[in-house]
């Protein structure tokens, strides 16, 4: 999973003993991933079912189109967000549709702007990702457990929401200051300077004003067959324009992780270097066959650790064996975790017991 859907099952109730064994299987067969051919990881699979809800309702509002109007229903967006706005655009087939929701994307400049409209459904993660922000380790050091590509992404990531949250109120609705930013990171920066929040809706809703605007007027159509058609039609989908604070996070694990590759290149590490997660340790395979080697034969050392404190906790968590004195194994699932996915916990180490 994701790492907010990853929180998410980690806040249940009985998270620990259930994800115990759960994390279990997955670090054996993650190592048994690490030994053989490169793989491909899959999507999330909670983000694939609520994309499949959103795609299901979405079909409804397309299909209905042809009765009701949706400028006649709201003058506003027509009753859905800007991001939905957006997905209905790129995937509705007829022309008009697309120049409709565009238009009523272009005219939302023109109404109050709210962090409902401008982010969609309500982000029950937000205040869990700015917990971990706050617990990111200071300066340049990577403490044991963390994957040090996901820290890095994770420290510029907070570096630039702050910049963002004091550059928001630099006359940011005149479109040449601020920068676009993503549902998710519009809600960080409105979090981090709650004062400034409406400057910050009224920025963001003159970008996508003006995107929709510059759609609306392109000639050819993006949906037409034409190669200038086929190369503006990417446009349409949401998260077009680029997020400022997702562009420095994977600009900042770009580059860790090619010090990663280099260093993995020339020497094998010693035995207290950070440990890539099962993600970039993919990505690391995928780019040098090399580097890839060393990068699997450290993680699949750590994953061997981790299956044998998951295997000692899982049986001190039976009946039988629940008087015993209980150690640093019964947070292995915590661990198993990061090393799967860095991004979990923040990008930083896993919390102690």
Not at 93 to 104: N, Q, S, T
Not at 213 to 229: D, H, Q, T, V
Not at 234 to 251: D, F, I, K, T
Not at 257 to 279: E, K, N, Y
């Amino acid at each position: 999973m994701c790492p907010g859907h990853t929180r998410a099952v980690m806040r249940q109730p009985g998270a620990p003993i259930r994800l115990t064994a759960v994390f279990r299987y997955f670090m054996q067969s993650a190592r048994a991933c690490l030994g053989s051919r490169p793989a491909t990881l899959r999507p999330c699979p909670a983000c694939e079912h609520d994309r499949a809800a959103a795609d299901r309702a979405m079909s409804i509002v397309l299909d209905g189109m042809t009765e009701i109007r949706l400028q006649d229903r709201d003058p506003g967006l027509g009753g859905l967000c800007l991001p939905h706005l957006r997905d209905a655009a790129a995937q509705a087939r007829r022309r008009g549709h697309r120049r409709l929701l565009l238009a009523l994307a272009a005219g939302a400049a023109g109404a109050t702007p709210s962090m409902d409209m401008l982010a969609g459904a309500p982000d029950h993660d937000a205040d869990e990702r700015a917990r971990l922000r706050a617990l990111l380790p200071p300066g340049t050091e990577i403490p044991a457990g963390s994957c040090p590509a996901c820290l890095a992404a994770a420290r510029a990531e907070a570096r630039r929401l702050a910049r963002d949250a004091d550059d928001s109120g630099d006359q940011p609705a005149d479109g040449g200051r601020g920068a676009c930013l993503c549902a998710v990171h519009l809600r960080d920066v409105a979090a981090i300077r709650p004062d400034l929040a409406p400057a910050m809706l009224a920025a963001q809703s003159g970008f996508a004003a003006d995107a929709a605007s510059r759609l609306l007027s392109a000639r050819p159509w993006p949906g037409s067959r034409n190669s200038r058609g086929r190369r503006a039609r990417h446009r349409l989908l949401p998260g077009a324009q680029a997020c400022s604070v997702c562009a420095a996070a994977e600009s900042a694990a770009r580059q860790a992780l090619g010090r990663c590759q280099v260093i993995a290149s020339t020497t094998p590490p010693p035995a207290t270097a950070a440990c890539l997660c099962v993600r970039h340790v993919l990505a690391v395979r995928a780019a040098s066959q090399a580097a890839g080697a060393v990068a699997s034969a450290a993680a699949t050392a750590r994953a061997d650790v981790l299956i044998e404190q998951l295997a000692e906790a899982f049986r001190k968590n039976t009946w039988a064996h629940r008087h015993e004195p209980r150690g640093p194994e019964m947070a292995a699932w915590q661990r198993a975790a990061v090393f799967l996915d860095g991004r979990v916990f923040g990008g930083g180490p896993a919390p102690g017991r």
